[in-house]
C-alpha cells in the first residue's frame, strides 16, 4: 500500500522567503502526483498536476518537481506571500488508488 | 464554470442517527470521487465512481456506509448508523476521466455526538 509522507507538518516563513515544501512516497509505480491547497474550512483546490512521465510543472510563482525513482516531490514557492498561508498537499494516483498526505501548514508573516 | 456543490455543509447528528450528503459534479465531468477528511489528515478515498459504476470503494465500510451515483450525474453518500469515528468533512471531488485534475467540492462538516 502506498505511504506518502509529507515534512515538516507546519512551516513559518516571512514574506518574500523562497521554499520549498517536501513530499515522499513509498510506491514508486504511480500515475500521476497532484499538489493541492486547502484553505481553513474550504475543499482543496488544484495546483498542479505531473504525470508519471513529466519532471516537473510550472503555474506562476509555483513549482512542482517529480522524481520517480527516489520517491519524492517538491513544491518550490518563489517569494511567498501571506496569501499563501494555506494547507499544501500532495496526492499520488497508484492504479486508480488516490493516497493523500497530511499535508504541511504553511504561515507566511507579512 | 460552475463548480463542485455539497451539501449540507454542516451536520451535527447523534451516534446512531442517519444521514446523507449530496454532490453535484462539474457538468460533463464523468468521474466522482467521495472523500473522508479527519481533522489534521489527509483526505482518504471512499469510493469513485465512472459515470453511474463503481471503479473502486475498498475503503469504504460498506457495513455502515452506502453510495450511488444514478444517472451518472448526482451522488448522494449515505452513513447509517452512524457512530463518533464518521466524524469527519466529507468531501467529493470530480474530474473530466480518470487520471485527470481533480476539482473539490467545499466539503460538509459532519459532527457525531
Known amino acids: 500500500k502506498q505511504e506518502v509522507t509529507q515534512i515538516p507538518a507546519a512551516l513559518s516563513v516571512p514574506e518574500g522567503e523562497n521554499l520549498v515544501l517536501n513530499c515522499s512516497f513509498t510506491?514508486?509505480?504511480?500515475?500521476?502526483l497532484q499538489w493541492f491547497r486547502q484553505d481553513p474550512g474550504k475543499g482543496l483546490t488544484s495546483l498542479l498536476l505531473i504525470q508519471s512521465s513529466q519532471r516537473e510543472q510550472t503555474s506562476g510563482r509555483l513549482n512542482a518537481s517529480l522524481d520517480k525513482s527516489s520517491g519524492r516531490s517538491t513544491l518550490y514557492i518563489a517569494a511567498s506571500q501571506p496569501g499563501d498561508s494555506a494547507t499544501y498537499l500532495c496526492a499520488c494516483e497508484n492504479f486508480n488508488k488516490f493516497y493523500f498526505g497530511s499535508g504541511t501548514k504553511l504561515n507566511v508573516k507579512p | 464554470e460552475a463548480g463542485v456543490a455539497q451539501s449540507p455543509r454542516y451536520k451535527i447528528i447523534e451516534k446512531r442517527q442517519s444521514v446523507a450528503f449530496w454532490c453535484n459534479p462539474i457538468s460533463g465531468h464523468a468521474t466522482l470521487y467521495w472523500y473522508q477528511q479527519i481533522l489534521g489528515q489527509g483526505p482518504k478515498l471512499l469510493i469513485q465512481?465512472?459515470?453511474?459504476?463503481?471503479?473502486?470503494d475498498s475503503q469504504l465500510p460498506k457495513d455502515r456506509f452506502s453510495a450511488e451515483r444514478l444517472k451518472g450525474v448526482d451522488s448522494t453518500l449515505k452513513i447509517q448508523p452512524a457512530k463518533l469515528e464518521d466524524s469527519a468533512v466529507y468531501l467529493c471531488a470530480s474530474s473530466l476521466v480518470a487520471s485527470t485534475e481533480q476539482y473539490f467540492g467545499p466539503g460538509t462538516r459532519l459532527t457525531v455526538t
Open positions: 510506491d514508486s509505480a504511480i500515475y500521476n
Open positions: 465512481f465512472q459515470n453511474n459504476g463503481v471503479v473502486d
